[in-house]
């Protein structure tokens, strides 16, 4: 399976000739284009740097195969095409399996109302938390972990990947932090630092094999 990282949440993965991305967001400019040449698109939840709602609405009304899957919170938005999952839900875009963890979004201020997150497994091998540090009941080879947002905290973080214990770990969700901020983040995440896993930092367009 081939993984592609976009900007900040955004991930496209293809596998024998089916694309699935996820979080196509607002800060993803290339949204719509990833959108187009998907099979199907997940969403973790609502905020905007995870959904570009008009342009996926859009992508919707010119593609009535196009799929849409999300927590329950978004069903009003995508229409017919959207199908509700939730923890302990799984699913098959073309050949690429995928299993749905957690269900809250972490924690930004208690002053803020809570709102819905999932995180996917994809193929069994690739995790995606959203903006949340659920620890999936699943074993991970690569986790995919945030580094910025008003709900991080590095120790957190890094206390995320000890908890899952993947073979490596991939910044994801990184627009917020300078260049100096996310050579921190890899220096405390990465193997030399406090968790022992390889961690990598891709740039937008980056590739791997997953």
């Not at 995870?50 to 996926?56: A, F, M, P, T, Y």
């Not at 095409?81 to 073309?94: A, L």
């Not at 890899?186 to 193997?191: I, N, Q, R, Y």
């Amino acid at each position: 399976m081939r993984m592609t990282k976009h900007e900040h949440a955004c991930l496209t993965f293809e596998k024998d000739g089916d694309t699935l991305v996820i979080d196509p967001g607002v800060f993803s400019p290339g949204a719509d284009k990833l959108i187009a040449a998907a099979r199907a698109v997940l969403l973790t939840h609502e905020h905007a740097d995870h959904v570009s709602e008009g342009v996926l609405n859009e992508a919707l009304a010119a593609r009535p195969e196009l799929l849409v899957y999300g927590p329950a919170s978004l069903a009003g938005k995508f229409g017919t095409q959207y199908v509700t999952v939730g923890s302990g839900d799984g699913f098959d875009v073309g050949g690429i399996h995928v299993t749905v963890h957690g269900s809250e979004h972490a924690v930004i201020h208690p002053d803020l109302p809570a709102v819905a997150n999932v995180g996917y497994l994809v193929d069994d091998s690739v995790y995606h938390p959203g903006d949340a540090y659920y620890v999936p009941k699943a074993s991970v080879q690569v986790l995919l972990v945030p580094t910025s947002g008003p709900w991080t905290k590095l120790s957190e973080a890094v206390d995320y990947v000890r908890a899952v214990r993947p073979e490596q770990s991939i910044q994801i969700h990184e627009m917020l932090l300078s260049e100096i901020g996310q050579g921190l983040a890899a220096s405390l995440l990465g193997k030399d630092g406090l968790t022992g896993v390889p961690f990598t930092t891709p740039k937008p367009g980056d590739s791997v094999t997953a």
